[in-house]
């Protein structure tokens, strides 16, 4: 059987935040490995869709450096980051790509896989004002799941820890929980989550509760089931 390896890259911190008054952010890239390896850094915009999908794009919104680093065992350096633009009015999100390059004189292996590794750091540049605001928006019983919509119309992302959803009877005893991890909400964007609840116990669900751990607290909502026919059949 073959076997697979790859470098050990640690990147420090794991989440990187411009502010106004600061010109720039240090983040520190590690070889953990026992060979010499060659790295790249590369810098996108950040999008993504309500089921947390993202789409980066290639931009010259930040600058950094160096974006080529060959990195000895054990060795540590820094990549400088920065924003020359002035602050807007909502918080701008990025992606810095940090990914191992294929050796120059590649060994042979004969039974070998190299996996390049890849680390994905995000950034952040704050806006103007900063308005931390998060809220369900949806929390209901609809065709056998829980279906709850977050929405963030503050002008700062938050961070959801965990997402748990229950279903409680006509006196309120607990029939089901379902619980999911959670992911970024950027500015003005809404995540969705869909949860299948079994056609038996879905038929006694009255109310619907939702409690959501953020990095900025906890948000709790509790909802009536007025769902025509919520249950599948």
Same mark, same amino acid.
């Given at each position: 059987?073959?076997?697979?390896?790859?470098?050990?890259?640690?990147?420090?911190?794991?989440?990187?935040?411009?502010?106004?008054?600061?010109?720039?952010?240090?983040?520190?890239? =590690?070889?953990?490995?026992?060979?010499?390896? =060659?790295?790249?850094?590369?810098?996108?915009?950040?999008?993504?869709?309500?089921?947390?999908?993202?789409?980066?794009?290639?931009?010259?919104?930040?600058?950094?450096?160096?974006?080529?680093?060959?990195?000895?065992?054990?060795?540590?350096?820094?990549?400088?980051?920065?924003?020359?633009?002035?602050?807007?009015?909502?918080?701008?999100?990025?992606?810095?790509?940090?990914?191992?390059?294929? @050796?120059? +004189?590649?060994?042979?292996?004969?039974?070998?896989?190299?996996?390049?590794?890849?680390?994905?750091?995000?950034?952040?540049?704050?806006? &103007?004002? &900063?308005?931390?605001?998060?809220?369900?928006?949806?929390?209901?019983?609809?065709?056998?799941?829980?279906?709850?919509?977050?929405?963030?119309?503050?002008?700062?992302?938050?961070?959801?820890?965990?997402?748990?959803?229950?279903?409680?009877?006509? &006196?309120?005893?607990?029939?089901?929980? +379902?619980?999911? @991890?959670?992911?970024?909400?950027?500015?003005?964007?809404?995540?969705?989550?869909?949860?299948?609840?079994?056609?038996?116990?879905?038929?006694?669900?009255?109310?619907?509760?939702?409690?959501?751990?953020?990095?900025?607290?906890?948000?709790?909502?509790?909802?009536?089931?007025?769902?025509?026919?919520?249950?599948? =059949?």
């Amino acid at each position: 059987m073959g076997t697979a390896s790859a470098a050990e890259l640690d990147v420090s911190p794991v989440r990187l935040e411009l502010d106004s008054g600061t010109r720039g952010v240090v983040m520190n890239v =590690r070889n953990k490995g026992t060979e010499t390896t =060659r790295f790249q850094a590369s810098v996108y915009s950040w999008v993504q869709d309500e089921e947390g999908r993202m789409s980066l794009a290639p931009t010259q919104d930040l600058f950094f450096f160096p974006s080529l680093l060959t990195l000895e065992p054990g060795e540590s350096r820094p990549i400088r980051v920065g924003s020359s633009s002035a602050p807007q009015e909502t918080e701008r999100s990025f992606r810095i790509v940090v990914e191992e390059l294929p @050796p120059l +004189q590649p060994t042979t292996q004969a039974t070998g896989l190299n996996v390049l590794t890849r680390v994905s750091i995000p950034v952040f540049v704050a806006p &103007k004002k &900063k308005t931390i605001q998060g809220q369900i928006e949806e929390a209901v019983l609809r065709e056998s799941k829980f279906h709850v919509r977050v929405k963030n119309p503050g002008t700062v992302n938050f961070f959801i820890r965990n997402l748990r959803v229950r279903g409680l009877d006509e &006196k309120g005893k607990r029939l089901v929980e +379902q619980e999911e @991890p959670g992911w970024y909400v950027l500015a003005g964007d809404s995540q969705v989550y869909a949860m299948d609840v079994a056609g038996k116990t879905c038929r006694k669900v009255r109310t619907v509760e939702v409690e959501m751990e953020t990095d900025q607290g906890v948000l709790r909502q509790t909802s009536p089931v007025t769902t025509p026919s919520p249950c599948a =059949r």
